[in-house]
Structures are given as structure tokens and as C-alpha cells.
């Protein structure tokens, strides 16, 4: 994609704001140590996921290579490459998680939001992701919804998170 334009009129004052936070704990010439906060302050401005026009202008703006924000973007499941409901839920199905029940959580999850794995609600309301291990073994089994962790999961517990994403 051919960006045109100023650097400025890529991205809102305030997500200049934000990205310039992160811009000044480096050096100059290392505006790649920023890339990956400016991902996460881009994908939450522009509807919790990011399209290839948006990527590009990332690049642009941190005077990047594409390359190495679409390498960034594509190897991190954090980051999403298409369209998502307004709550994510990424479950883990990793090795604690799984000797711990994940594939009851899984079930669950399923069956009462009608979606499987790796889709969106018809309504849009959430997506359900299978994630791999997100640090939390000690609480297995675990699910992440937006940005917070629910830990030692029970079929009360996912009923009760269910409920608080309207
Ligand atoms: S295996 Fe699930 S958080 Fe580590």
C-alpha cells in the first residue's frame, strides 16, 4: 500500500501521544524497541485488530522496514489480522492448562457462546481463541479475556465471566 501524507496525519494526536511515550525510553535510531507497544496502542484504537493498511502506516511512522512489523505482527497471537468481537477470550490449552481440565473449559466456552475455536459470536459481541501458554501455569486452568487473566477456572466461574461481557 502506497502511504501519502504527512507522518502526523497517519494516526490520531492521540495515539502520537501514546506511541511517543514509548518512542523516548530509546535511543533515536531504535524506534524497533517501540514497535511492539505501538502495535497494542494501534490494534486498541482500530477495533481490537489490525488491517495490512494499518500495519503499513506503523511502519512508516516508526521508519521501519514493512518487513519487520509484519514479522512482529504475524508471529505474536496477541495480535490480530482480521476482525474481531468486541471481547476476546483466549483460552489455553497448553500442558498445565490441559492436565488441569482446559478441554472441559473449552467445552464449555463452546457450547454456550455457539462458536468454536478461532470464531467470533454472530452477534460480535466476543471471539474465542485457542492460545498457547500464557505464564499463568500456577493458576491453570486459565483463560485471558481482553487483558485479564481468570485463573483456577470452574464451570461457575466461566458462567460468571460469561455473564460480565456484554
Ligand atoms: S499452560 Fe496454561 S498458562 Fe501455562
Excluded at 509484519?70 to 492448562?97: D, Q, R
Excluded at 454456550?112 to 492460545?131: F, M, R, S, Y
Amino acid at each position: 500500500m502506497q502511504l501519502t501524507g504527512s507522518r502526523d496525519e497517519l494516526f490520531s494526536a492521540d495515539i502520537r501521544t501514546q506511541i511517543a511515550v514509548w518512542l523516548a525510553k530509546y535511543p533515536e535510531n531504535q524506534s524497533q524497541s517501540a514497535l511492539i507497544p505501538a502495535l497494542h496502542i494501534v490494534q486498541d484504537a482500530s477495533g481490537g485488530w489490525l488491517s495490512e493498511a494499518t500495519l503499513d502506516a506503523v511502519a512508516v511512522y516508526l521508519d521501519l522496514p514493512k518487513i519487520a512489523v509484519y514479522e512482529v505482527a504475524t508471529f505474536y497471537g496477541m495480535f490480530e489480522l482480521s476482525p474481531v468481537g468486541k471481547h476476546k477470550i483466549n483460552v489455553c490449552t497448553n500442558i498445565s492448562c490441559q492436565l488441569n481440565g482446559s478441554d472441559k473449559v473449552v467445552a464449555q466456552l463452546t457450547e454456550k457462546l455457539g462458536v468454536g475455536l478461532g470464531e467470533t459470536t454472530a452477534d460480535g459481541n466476543i471471539t474465542l481463541k485457542e492460545v498457547e501458554c500464557m505464564g499463568a501455569c500456577c493458576g491453570a486452568p486459565m483463560l485471558e479475556v481482553n487483558r485479564d487473566y481468570h485463573e483456577f477456572l470452574t464451570p461457575a466461574k466461566i458462567d460468571e465471566i460469561l455473564a460480565g461481557l456484554k
